[in-house]
Nanobody, 121 residues
Framework: QVQLVESGGGWVQPGGTLRLACAASAEIINFYAISWYRQSAGKQRELVATIFNGDYTKYADSVKGRFTIARDIGQNTSHLRMQFLRPEDTAVYYC???????????????WGQGTQVTVSS
């Protein structure tokens, strides 16, 4: 099982920026996809952004134009840059690594422990 460790969460005012990092214990070039999910209180976990092998990216409509996902193969790390943050972006953000399309489709694979993001004034 791949170990994933998220960092970079915290408190930010509306309109602010945060950059999350996900460090993997294995070579990320071998993953089918790396994704960021989020879960806020009382809600289901939501897929926020994905970067596929080949660097194709996909975003939830609610974050398009504000969030950017990237990966650093040399550092075995993925980043999620979040700009123009809104109170509704408040959630625990999780990193996920899927080794196949099947794993990705069902939300399987390896998970990090999550990092809290709070957007408020």
């Amino acid at each position: 099982q791949v170990q994933l460790v998220e960092s970079g969460g915290g408190w930010v005012q509306p309109g602010g920026t945060l950059r999350l990092a996900c460090a993997a214990s294995a070579e990320i070039i071998n993953f089918y996809a790396i994704s960021w999910y989020r879960q806020s209180a009382g809600k289901q976990r939501e897929l926020v952004a994905t970067i596929f092998n080949g660097d194709y990216t996909k975003y939830a409509d609610s974050v398009k134009g504000r969030f950017t996902i990237a990966r650093d193969i040399g550092q075995n790390t993925s980043h999620l840059r979040m700009q123009f943050l809104r109170p509704e972006d408040t959630a625990v953000y999780y990193c996920n690594a899927a080794t196949s399309a099947e794993e990705y489709d069902i939300g399987g694979g390896s998970w990090g422990q999550g990092t809290q993001v709070t957007v408020s004034s």
